[in-house]
């Protein structure tokens, strides 16, 4: 079995800082993409940041200059640093990896349980 496990959501003020970690474990072959999303109550998933296996990165237009994602291949994880936070980035935020496990060689896209961010005025 493959997960993808969140830590480092919390309660914070605005203009605090956070930083979201993603660690991939299981019998995982390969991770292409990785990202994060984000849902608020009431509202669609949408994409926050994404990097791929050569580093690109490209990032949703909200967060642009205040987040950064990156990625450690060797740990199989993902970090999304946020900064300059507001009330409108609260949402649980969702680890995603495009991953090839040795049992099945197919791309499956996995999903993290989430992990909560709460940032009040």
């Known amino acids: 079995q493959v997960q993808l496990v969140e830590s480092g959501g919390g309660s914070v003020q605005a203009g605090g800082s956070l930083r979201l970690s993603c660690v991939a474990s299981g019998r995982i072959r390969s991770i292409s993409g990785m990202g994060w999303y984000r849902q608020a109550p009431g509202k669609q998933r949408e994409l926050v940041a994404s990097?791929?296996?050569?580093?690109?990165?490209t990032y949703a237009d909200s967060v642009k200059g205040r987040f950064a994602i990156s990625r450690d291949n060797a740990k199989n994880a993902v970090y999304l640093q946020m900064n300059s936070l507001n009330p409108e980035d609260t949402a649980v935020y969702y680890c995603n990896a495009v991953v090839k496990t040795w049992a099945y060689l197919s791309n499956t896209n996995m999903w993290g349980q989430g992990t909560q961010v709460t940032v009040s005025s």
């Open positions: 990097i791929t296996s050569e580093s690109s990165t």
